[in-house]
């Protein structure tokens, strides 16, 4: 906590977590701040779904959507100053809130990111043989055949992460930069042939119109659009997580995440104004509301920009390789935050201790990056045996929007709440210690509170966000959405899984091991000599 409140210097710090401290710089950080997000395979298998809630008004959802996820990476940054623990969330609402809050958050974490797996490592899956124009089985979601690949992604990737962060950073770099530049080539291709009228007559040429938020009649279908594009959004924060392996753990973290959340802005919105001028908002043919492209709209596009001949083949078979590497990507990315919070979570005896381990060699987190894929193999193998997969995977991913609005402004109240001592000391702490996390927190509860309504309904009904359901064999006989049945039934399993660990292992929950005094446990840099910790 900056001068004024009770402070603990950082060079009095306890030994660090035996992480590799120094491993990134601030290009790294933003290069794992992006690429967690995995923005092709988000828009890929997004867009489309928001198209069908918004219409034409997308692009206004997609800058809406940006101002919580900024409001929170502010809150990111400013608590990162003060506690530049992997722990993020759960390290920083402890000390706010108290351990059980503190608990939920780092749940919240895990879970999200559990949940998000199987549909990455399917994607991966389904691109490696679409790719390779195997499109019989690449076009079969719930394949053997994808399953295997799938699950080979995760191993590989696990590898990666379990071997050192600089190995994922470094292949970060090149698959992003290589999808960056491959995406700025589809938009300015698609809005050129819009613009010289060559696009197609289901081409719509771009208006103000579309960034006018009132034009969306139903504001269900607005709280739902931005529920998906907090999806898209999501995963910036792993730049945070992994602040202890970074030079200047005090500062480049949150910088970097900041930058990541502005980059991921200006991509999305000139991704989504180009696809939805060239493919339309119709339910035939390229439209970005037919149902049979919701799922890729890339896949459905490419080939109508890009052309036919040598040139057209080759940037279709790179587009889909880059969906390929974007889900690869984002699996690696999701595995390295989860792997750092539950080693955060054991080293303060909030998990068992056997999740603190790191390899002396690596200076990575082994049981937990080990345990983590695991966990993920075995539910993708479980949801992809499930009765209705490619829908019960869907839902999961739906699901994702509760846990990310639930941990997202948790952080958002943790940083007004951590600092709220400090806030009348300069217009300054004011606004980017309190107002805006503040209000990026009220956002995005008040986007988790209102989509249970939407979570609840059943897929029988209209409006209703859920591809699969569950009717009651008793009274009153609800038929509860599969959405809402995911998302809930995550919480109430996390409140369990922290109850039984209270009765396992109480001192953390009693506040003997972190508290708002408990010294940072960070690798010793000297840049943390001024930098004061609650």
């Excluded at 506690?83 to 759960?90: A, E, I």
């Excluded at 829908?391 to 940083?415: E, H, P, Q, R």
Aim: net charge neutral; proline share 4%; hydrophobic share 50%.
């Amino acid at each position: 906590m900056p001068a004024g409140g009770p402070l603990a210097s950082a060079s009095n710090t306890a030994a660090g977590k035996g992480l590799k401290g120094g491993a990134l710089g601030l290009a790294s950080s933003v290069v794992i701040g992006v690429a967690s997000t995995a923005p092709a395979y988000s828009l890929a298998a997004t867009l489309g779904f928001i198209v069908a809630f918004v219409g034409v008004q997308s692009p206004i959802v997609v800058i809406l959507a940006f101002v919580p996820m900024l409001f929170t990476a502010i809150g990111y940054q400013e608590l990162n100053k003060a506690d530049p623990d992997c722990g993020t969330t759960f390290t920083w609402a402890t000390r706010a809130f108290g351990p059980k809050t503190g608990w939920l958050g780092g749940w919240g974490i895990i879970a999200a990111d559990i949940l998000v797996m199987a549909s990455l490592a399917q994607v991966a899956g389904q691109y490696v043989f679409l790719l390779f124009n195997a499109d019989g089985i690449g076009s079969d979601a719930t394949s053997g055949w994808v399953l295997l690949v799938g699950v080979a992604w995760i191993v590989v990737m696990t590898a990666i992460c379990y071997i050192g962060v600089e190995l994922s950073a470094w292949l970060q770099k090149i698959f992003l930069v290589l999808e960056i530049i491959v995406l700025i080539i589809f938009a300015v291709t698609a809005l050129v042939k819009v613009g010289h009228g060559s696009a197609g007559p289901q081409a719509i040429d771009p208006s103000w119109s579309w960034f006018n938020p009132f034009a969306i009649g139903d504001f269900s279908a607005f709280v739902r659009g931005l529920i998906l594009m907090l999806f898209i959004y999501w995963g910036w924060d792993s730049a945070v997580a992994v602040n202890e392996e970074t030079a200047d753990p005090a500062k480049t973290p949150g910088r970097a995440a900041v930058i990541s959340t502005v980059m991921l802005l200006v991509t999305y919105a000139l991704l989504t104004l180009s696809s939805q001028a060239f493919a339309g908002i119709g339910s035939k043919g390229i439209g970005l509301n037919n149902q049979d492209n919701s799922s890729d709209i890339f896949g459905a596009l490419g080939r109508a920009v890009f052309g036919g001949g040598a040139y057209g083949s080759v940037m279709v078979h790179l587009l889909l390789f880059l969906v390929l590497t974007s889900a690869a990507a984002s699996t690696q990315t999701t595995i390295l935050p989860t792997a750092r919070t539950s080693l955060s979570m054991a080293v303060y005896r909030a998990l068992p201790r056997a999740f603190a381990t790191v390899h002396r060699k690596y200076l990575t987190p082994t049981v937990s990056t080990l345990a983590f894929g695991g966990v993920s193999i075995a539910l993708y193998v479980l949801l992809n045996y499930t009765s209705d997969a490619s829908n019960v995977i869907a839902d999961c991913v739906t699901s994702l929007g509760m846990m990310i609005a639930f941990y997202y402004g948790l952080t958002g109240f943790a940083c007004a709440w951590y600092y709220r001592h400090n806030l009348t000391s300069s217009p300054r702490n004011f606004l980017f210690q309190g107002l805006l996390p503040f209000l990026g927190g009220v956002i995005l509860f008040g986007v988790l509170i209102w989509s249970f309504h939407d979570d609840w309904l059943s897929p029988l009904k209209v409006g209703a966000a859920s591809y699969t359901g569950w009717q009651m064999g008793f009274a009153p006989h609800w038929h509860i959405g599969g959405v809402f049945l995911l998302g809930v039934g995550t919480f109430v399993l996390g409140i369990i899984l922290m109850f039984v660990w209270q009765a396992i292992a109480p001192a953390f929950f009693r506040g003997e091991i972190l508290h708002r005094d408990t010294p940072t446990m960070v690798p010793d840099q000297p840049e943390l000599s001024q930098v004061k910790t609650l």
